[in-house]
């Protein structure tokens, strides 16, 4: 065989090789944007229960996050979004139950959701694991730690759902072991005069 016979030969073979590794990292990423769609819809009509039940909640979805917010004594909010791209996961509390941490092939690969609150400062304060065969996990403040299926039953994300929103409710009411403490945060004369808000933090139960 000629040199431009055996490398057209190898080059085939990494097209090949690329093309189930695009496929695999494909998805990953598409199955964690059903999750987002089948999570942001639970979210959704968990918010039009709450308010049946009395509650001031809205939700808007714009530039690719889904904002859900509530009022009940203050307000407190919590806006998730799909993450663009798979890789391989390293925590091992969002490890599918199949891989190792040191497992790097696109077949382990996982897409992600994450979840920013104001309360919980600037880094993702709920992440989502989502891997190629629909398994997901989550861990974070308005779930400790989670798992269950892309496809799973209606019923079952609704219920996940109703935890995140009764989460946010705890948040915004400073019930469920949610409270607020004072810091050592200088406070003046002038501070009181010009409305700046209370030192103090909130207190996420642990």
């Known amino acids: 065989m000629g040199f431009e016979e055996s490398a057209l030969a190898r080059l085939r073979r990494y097209r090949g090789e690329a093309d189930r590794s695009l496929e695999l990292i494909g998805e990953a990423e598409a199955a964690a944007r ?43 909010g919590v806006s998730f979004g799909v993450v663009p791209g798979a890789a391989a996961e390293t925590d091992e509390d969002l490890m599918h139950e199949e891989l190792s941490r040191y497992s790097l092939e696109p077949s382990g690969y996982s897409g992600r959701i994450l979840g920013w609150s104001g309360e919980g400062g600037e880094e993702p304060c709920q992440i989502f694991a989502v891997y190629a065969d629909g398994v997901w996990k989550t861990k974070g403040l308005f779930v400790a730690k989670a798992r269950g299926r892309v496809d799973d039953p209606d019923e079952v994300l609704n219920g996940f759902c109703l935890r995140i929103l009764g989460r946010l409710i705890d948040l915004a009411s400073l019930t469920g072991g949610v409270g607020r403490r004072w810091t050592d945060e200088p406070y003046t004369l002038k501070d009181l005069l010009e409305g700046r808000r209370a030192p103090t933090t909130l207190r996420w139960p642990g």
């Open 34 to 76: 059903r999750l987002s769609e089948r999570l942001f819809a639970g979210l959704e009509y968990t918010a039009v229960l709450g308010r049946q039940a009395g509650f001031e909640i809205t939700t808007t979805y714009a530039g690719g996050a889904f904002d859900l917010r509530a009022v009940a004594g203050s307000e407190a």
